[in-house]
């Protein structure tokens, strides 16, 4: 008979900073994930090489090698190889991530190293409490401990890694450490699903947690002005007009050529996340006005000018191309000055809630335009914002304090139609 493996105390352990997943610039292995000797971890190379032979983008890589990382430094601590781990080890690893904060790191330019060592109370002194709604966007800020989005995505990465490893027999590998939902390990999934209806999401991980179906974030029309206004330069200007008339994704905006931008026909051409698939999309008058007071300031400065050159680039020398956690640090500042926390996705959000509330729009069109696979998807914005049902409810509230002030002879009797009353008596409807 097997002995249990002896329970670790979580409580206090604390994830080593060791290895790292490293950006090559090679579009052969974008991403390399170094142990503590500096040398490359083969299994999760293998994995990726697998990953880009299906046309995975490089962002992809880079949030899978981050999930892998974390798992591997748990590994690291505990003295365990990666092909012997056993369920216990996945059980305590998400247990881990569901009740431990996460690491705190300092950066290189605000932070010293007493501030690094500063405990997580004494660090959030002054800021809002953790997971607290914003009082200008409303939305929550970033707690201490992992998300459930974050844990949901690291169990599947895992989980998908092991299983490419079983298949391939790799090392002394036997079981996948984590293992499927116990409600669908003997049965298929959906073997008695009646085909007139919809499949339900099913929890295919038994240490997956549930992540609720969050609302899209759209910035009212009065928060964008004053985000607009917040801005420093024409380029940001021009971005923000950009995001928010093209419904765009943030990285795909960035990677636009200048030969992308059509002024006369109100098009700007990007390659699509998912498909990589060339597509015009069309954007605001505005849009391209700011653009040329950026283009020829920046000319005139000498910034790299030609149809084949980038279309956004930084603005001071050396000048290099506007990658995303440049304009990503561009949108911090305005949410610092702010005190908001919108977020660069929020722009997307607001573009499709623009188009999906014009009634001359067509949802298939909107759908095109967003590159969304279903329509179910672009479906989502149909429903009211957060925002939209807060003020509906206050209205609401406000015309039942009214009612309830209003003098007795205003207020008809029940089953009278205050209209017809109006009309009857001359007077306007209640």
């Known amino acids: 008979m097997l002995e249990p493996r002896p329970v670790s105390d979580l ?4 994830l080593p900073e060791v290895g790292a997943l490293q950006e090559t610039g090679d ?12 040398e490359r971890v083969e299994p999760v190379a293998l994995y990726f090489r697998d990953l880009l032979a299906s046309s995975t983008p490089a962002s992809t890589l880079r949030s899978y090698g981050n999930d892998l990382l974390r798992w591997w430094r748990y590994l690291w601590a505990k003295g365990v190889p ?27 330019r605000r932070r010293g190293e007493e501030e690094a060592r500063m405990p997580a109370s004494r ?5 809002p409490p953790a997971s607290s709604p914003n009082p200008v966007t409303g939305k929550p800020t970033i707690g201490t401990k992992y998300a459930a989005s974050t844990r949901a995505h690291c169990e599947t990465v895992l989980r998908t890694f092991y299983d490419f490893h079983l298949e391939l027999n790799s090392g002394s590998l036997l079981v996948n450490p984590f293992p ?61 007009a950009g995001w928010v008339s093209t419904g765009a994704r943030a990285s795909e905006l960035l990677t ?9 026909q109100q098009l700007i051409g990007v390659i699509r996340k998912g498909t990589q698939a060339y597509q015009q999309l069309p954007a605001s008058p505005d849009t391209f006005v ?13 910034v790299p000018r030609g149809r084949t050159q980038p279309l956004w680039w930084t603005l001071r020398r050396p000048w290099r191309p506007l990658n995303y956690h440049a304009a990503r640090a561009m949108f911090v500042r305005v949410n610092e000055v702010l005190r908001s926390n919108w977020t660069l996705h929020d722009l997307r959000h607001t573009a499709a809630y623009r188009m999906t509330n014009d009634p001359e729009m067509q949802l298939a069109y909107v759908q095109h335009i967003l590159a969304h696979r279903h329509l179910t998807t672009t479906q989502k914005y149909l429903t009211p914002s957060q925002d939209e049902v807060i003020q509906a409810g206050l209205a609401h509230h406000a ?14 009797a029940p089953g009278y139609n205050p209209e017809s009353l109006g009309i009857l008596f001359g007077g306007t409807s209640a």
């Open 180 to 240: 499927l939902d116990r409600t669908r390990r003997r049965n298929r999934a959906n073997a008695h699903h009646n085909p007139m209806d919809e499949f339900e999401p099913t929890r295919a991980g038994r240490y997956r947690p549930k992540v609720p179906e969050r609302a899209p974030r759209r910035i009212p029309d009065e928060k964008y002005a004053e985000v607009f206004a917040a801005l420093r330069s024409d380029r940001d200007r021009a971005l923000l």
């Open 27 to 38: 579009p052969w292995e974008p991403y390399r994930l170094i142990d503590p000797a500096g």
């Open 256 to 264: 636009a050529k200048e030969r992308d931008t059509l002024p006369g």
């Open 290 to 302: 700011w653009l040329r007071l950026y283009q020829e300031a920046a000319w005139s400065q000498g």
């Open 11 to 14: 409580k206090d352990f604390v």
């Open 399 to 412: 015309r039942r304090e009214r009612m309830r002030n209003a003098p007795p002879m205003e207020v008809p």
């Open 123 to 127: 660090r959030q002194a002054g800021k």
């Open 82 to 108: 990666w092909d012997r781990a056993i369920r216990e080890d996945a059980r305590d690893f998400m247990l881990w991530m569901q009740l431990a904060d996460k690491p705190v790191r300092a950066h290189w």
